[in-house]
């Protein structure tokens, strides 16, 4: 290795998403990391070999690094003695107003600063409201600690579910908010193995699309800066999601394909072709809770961002305008049967926290459907939500989803769902119609195939079936229209 790459003592508070990979990252990256969390049945599971979370590459770092350069406790006094950084990656949930509720990070910082005995740099990892650092150095200073004895920066993460490893070892930049030069040091050592290439020269690396000769860049910027850009990115591309919505329903009433529109937006650089995939809405566990707070922040220091409102109402109005798709091509709900592909909030990814998929399907349930749902990796959490019973089955492939149902819906978007056979499916299920949430077919080739195919911003068959049409389709053998 590099002379220049020196190893660094690293606590990270929290083992949930972002504190678990980037505690795995720092170890890859050549770092000695003690994990922490107050969950002593989590921190078991993480010592014994458990992965609380699904998430590619994860497996590997874990087993490669646990009990070598990565531990896991339940005691923060202990990590942090012996830490040159501590991450506080801990959760940040909506309060009821939609501000972020810090009272984890106050807690964590007030207990870090009782087991401080020598300099320290605080590093805030969960996404926080500007000035959230001002609030820690103060409640540390409260605490007793000197001034001189610690610095508070601010690195956030820009992690997806689902690619998190790729997106930390393989940024697109690096943001350091930091006051200090020393505490700016520190954080450049810890991250020199990527910003140097020197990571992308072992072989044991996990591949992704940085390499040696094009390492991410490093963005030193006030603790502030950090802060905002965190809350500010995440709130632009929910609008890009939230416009592309708005676009795809001009597109579905004027007669044209969204797909080819956003090609066009896209393919100005300025614009960029990402974020730009019309559907059923944005979910998951950052972009409601971090519009919302974001919002909030802004009529907190005076400014009206009404923007940001508009992005949320229409979020909330896509997934209604889905579910009201449903039903043109169904007429009526009590009794039906319904397939359900998808029901984390995006493929990739065992997490359906704030996923449209869940809406749409509660709604299904609450119109008296039975619903039959697939998903490869999110049906146990969905468990927890919407429990198994009569109305409402969990299957273990798409074809048992769409088994004799009324209508099969997709409604995430895993690489699975786009490669389906299509004429068995067509032979599975009792009316061959496709309502498809994310535009993962082409129409053409379901209008080819048999099937009444509904996507969103797309013309054609992609139109709100007329319900009476519907009832006129030919008729399988046993009696189903096919
Ligand atoms: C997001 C940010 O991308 C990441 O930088 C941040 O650190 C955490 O929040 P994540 O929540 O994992 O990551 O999901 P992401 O892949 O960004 O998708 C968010 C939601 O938007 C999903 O529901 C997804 O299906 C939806 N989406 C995304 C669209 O509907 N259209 C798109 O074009 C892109």
Redesign the pocket.
């Known amino acids: 290795m590099d002379s220049k790459i020196k190893p660094v003592s690293i606590a990270v508070v929290g083992s949930g998403y972002?504190g678990l990979v980037a505690s795995a990252c720092f170890a890859e990256i050549g770092h000695h990391v003690v994990c922490v969390d107050n969950d002593e049945s989590r921190v078991r599971i993480l010592r014994e070999g458990g992965i609380p979370i699904h998430e590619e590459h994860l497996p590997e770092l874990l087993e490669r690094y646990r009990g070598h350069t990565l531990e896991f406790t339940s005691d923060l006094r202990a990590a942090t003695q012996n830490a040159q950084a501590i991450f506080i990656a801990v959760g940040t949930p909506q309060s009821q107003t939609g501000s972020a509720d810090l009272s984890y990070v106050d807690a964590v910082a007030s207990e870090i600063a009782r087991s401080m005995d020598s300099y320290k740099v605080i590093v805030e990892k969960s996404?926080v409201p500007v000035y959230t650092n001002e609030w820690i150095r103060r409640v540390i200073e409260r605490n007793g600690v000197a001034k001189d004895m610690f610095d508070v920066t601010s690195n956030?993460?820009?992690?997806?579910?689902?690619?998190?490893i790729v997106?930390f070892l393989h940024a697109d930049r690096i943001v350091i908010g930091a006051a200090t030069e020393i505490a700016a040091n520190l954080l450049k050592q810890i991250y020199f193995p990527l910003t140097s290439g020197e990571y992308y020269r072992a072989a044991s690396a996990v591949p992704g699309p940085r390499s040696e000769q094009d390492p991410p860049p490093i963005l030193l910027t006030s603790t502030k800066a950090a802060e905002i850009i965190?809350h500010a990115?995440?709130a632009l591309?929910?609008t890009?999601?939230s416009f592309?919505?708005v676009v795809a329903n001009v597109c579905e009433a004027a007669g044209a394909d969204v797909e080819e529109v956003a090609r066009g937006i896209g393919m100005d650089t300025r614009i960029g072709p990402?974020?730009?995939?019309?559907?059923?809405?944005?979910?998951?566990?950052?972009?409601p809770k971090?519009v919302a707070a974001f919002r909030h922040v802004a009529e907190q220091v005076g400014v009206e961002f009404g923007l940001l409102h508009e992005v949320e109402k229409i979020n909330e109005e896509q997934k209604l305008r889905f579910f009201q798709k449903i039903r043109s091509a169904l007429w009526t709900f009590r009794g039906k049967k319904i397939g359900v592909l998808g029901l984390a909030?995006?493929?990739g990814?065992d997490?359906v926290r704030?996923?449209?998929a869940l809406d749409i399907v509660k709604r299904l349930l609450s119109e008296g459907c039975t619903v039959s749902a697939y998903d490869p990796a999110a049906a146990a959490r969905t468990k927890e939500v919407i429990p198994p019973g009569p109305c409402m089955r969990y299957v273990d492939d798409p074809y048992a989803a769409a088994q004799d149902a009324d209508a099969l819906l997709i409604l995430?978007?895993w690489q699975e769902f786009a490669e389906l056979d299509l004429p068995k499916l067509h032979y599975t299920l009792r009316y061959p119609i496709v309502i498809d949430g994310?535009n993962l077919y082409d129409p053409a080739t379901m209008t080819k195939h048999g099937f009444t195919y509904l996507s969103v911003g797309r013309p054609g068959l992609s139109q709100p079936l007329d319900p009476v049409a519907a009832f006129f389709l030919p008729r399988r053998r046993d009696g189903a229209r096919t």
């Open positions: 972002v996404t956030p993460e820009f992690l997806r579910e689902g690619t998190a997106d965190k990115s995440n591309l929910a890009k999601i592309i919505n990402k974020f730009l995939r019309a559907g059923v809405g944005y979910g998951g566990s950052c972009f971090d909030f995006k493929g990814t997490d704030e996923s449209p995430n978007d994310r």
